[in-house]
Nanobody
Framework: QVQLVESGGGLVQAGGSLRLSCAAS????????MGWYRQAPGKQRELVAS???????RYADSVKGRFTISRDNAKNTVYLQMNSLKPEDTAVYYC????????WGQGTQVTVSS
């Protein structure tokens, strides 16, 4: 089992920044990739950004140039730096870890006001 604990969500004005953190614990050996997904009301959950164990990253087109995913292997933590936030970024953000199976955090709310 892998446990994921997210933090860092909140309310911010458009143009502002937030940094999300996701700390992994438990059976973390063998995690091939971690990432962030988001789900807005009435919409499907979508990939925001991911990072592999080798450091390769992938981003949704809507966040490229604004969001940066990174990981601290010593702390078993993944970060999502979100800059130039827009109201359409408002959603619940979920941390994900893939280890033969997808593990999810409890989610953290990000609200961007116009």
């Amino acid at each position: 089992q892998v446990q994921l604990v997210e933090s860092g969500g909140g309310l911010v004005q458009a143009g502002g920044s937030l940094r999300l953190s996701c700390a992994a614990s438990g059976s973390i050996f063998g995690i091939s990739a971690m990432g962030w997904y988001r789900q807005a009301p009435g919409k499907q959950r979508e990939l925001v950004a991911s990072i592999t164990s080798g450091g390769s990253t992938r981003y949704a087109d809507s966040v490229k140039g604004r969001f940066t995913i990174s990981r601290d292997n010593a702390k078993n933590t993944v970060y999502l730096q979100m800059n130039s936030l827009k109201p359409e970024d408002t959603a619940v953000y979920y941390c994900n870890a893939h280890r033969g199976f997808n593990y999810w955090g409890q989610g953290t709310q990000v609200t961007v006001s116009s």
